[in-house]
């Protein structure tokens, strides 16, 4: 983090246990971090961060603009948790979205926001709208262009913090069959893009693949792509675990 | 609890501190209790319940149905943290009603559904809607139909257990002015009731009152009645205490 930016602000807010000594902190452990004041979080994505948001209400923290999905989970813990910190929560995904989609809309839907947290969560639909013939794509498309996003939001924001989503496939969705072990390569490509540019990496479809020893996908993610809020709740564990890892570096 | 009937089910599910040893739970604490499966859940309101859900999707764990408020953070936990427990969540507020129109739906809408846990939020209504002199009541209605309501439930269903969320009027609220001194007697009468049928009670009235030490009413609940996500969050981390004391006892 930009700490000594943040420093200056108005002050660091102290979290604590849940449960403990004060209610307002979703995030836990003993040497729980600090979360600075008006942090930005801006998440990016397509359907799955969409999640039927109000398009409509794009202002910071809007209740119905961030959606049905792990983008709400976690902006209510944040903001619910963390009152005095001043969290600013966009929600930018758009539902059917691909990597070149994101970079067609980076102006105005993430560098004019300048986020000093961006969430990326994107890649299914570059692999499955092959699969049903309407895109022409490949590992290597979807790796140089989420590579060439990243490389220019580096440059325009030199000091955010990205954090990359592994694209997911739930095995046992309705809509995944062994077509889709192909999509492995994708998931690879995410998490070597994240590492190139030194950002946190969410393993969603491990933590889904884990998931399926305690209920079927239809519990976690009834399609194999669209969670349901049971397989949002495990996104935004994730998340926050990877968040609070970022807010104490 | 009827703790003898669920012991003789598939079994009891374990829950662990978050961040612990397990991922699978909501509940914190080192004794955290044990939930015991196939629990059927019922949240019953006006629109703080109801929170824009889809009324088709009725159906137990239904995502659209859960609405966008704290039925939904607390569905959303519990089922993401309790995958093997078979819980079943069901959402049954609906947007302007006071006790006596609950009354009205109950045989479908909760005796029918066969809560094992049944969770209430009403009365803001019974008192609004006197000031927009769309109804005529008072606390001595309101407390009487409510007494009369819960005594049907417990004939209809002896081993329910009772949540019941004190209504609240949230001080600065854009639609809170000095009228709302009154409200105070719903609330003692909500709470009066509790005790009378031995029910939980969630104190939200005084946990959005504490909350304003650290954040203004906007942020928690702009109209004072209807609570953003993170007033929300509040009534969920509340919500769940009770709810982790009721599956303790």
Redesign the interface.
């Known amino acids: 983090m930009h700490r000594r930016r943040f420093l200056t602000d108005a002050g660091l807010i102290s979290t604590a246990v849940?449960?403990g000594t004060s209610?307002?902190s979703?995030l836990?452990?003993e040497d729980a971090p600090t979360v600075p004041t008006g942090l930005r979080i801006l998440f990016q994505g397509d359907s799955i961060t969409d999640a039927g948001r109000n398009r409509g209400n794009y202002y910071a923290?809007a209740?119905?603009g961030?959606g049905?999905g792990y983008v709400?989970?976690i902006?209510?813990?944040l903001?619910?948790?963390n009152?005095?910190a001043n969290l600013q929560c966009f929600n930018r995904g758009i539902s059917g979205h691909k990597v070149f989609q994101l970079a067609d809309r980076w102006d105005l839907d993430c560098l004019a926001l300048k986020p000093d947290v961006l969430s990326i969560l994107i890649g299914v639909n570059d692999y499955w709208h092959m699969l049903g013939g309407r895109y022409d794509g490949s590992v290597a498309v979807y790796e140089g262009d989420f590579a060439e996003l990243l490389e220019q939001t580096k440059k325009a924001l030199p000091e955010v913090q990205l954090m990359i989503g592994e694209p997911f496939a739930v095995a046992g969705g309705t809509a995944i069959d062994d077509q889709w072990d192909a999509f492995d390569g994708y998931r690879a490509a995410a998490e070597r893009v994240a590492k190139e540019f030194d950002a946190a990496f969410i393993p969603y479809h491990q933590i889904f693949a884990d998931?399926l020893a305690?209920?079927p996908a239809d519990?976690?993610c009834p399609d194999g792509v669209h969670p349901?809020?049971?397989?949002?709740?495990?996104m935004?564990?994730a998340w926050l675990?990877e968040f609070e890892r970022l807010m104490k570096s």
Chains 1, 2 share one sequence.
């Open positions: 849940l449960g209610a307002f979703r836990n452990g923290n209740d119905s961030m049905g709400y989970q902006a209510a813990d903001l619910g948790g009152p005095e998931a305690h209920a519990y976690w349901s809020m049971a397989g949002a709740h495990l935004k564990e675990k």
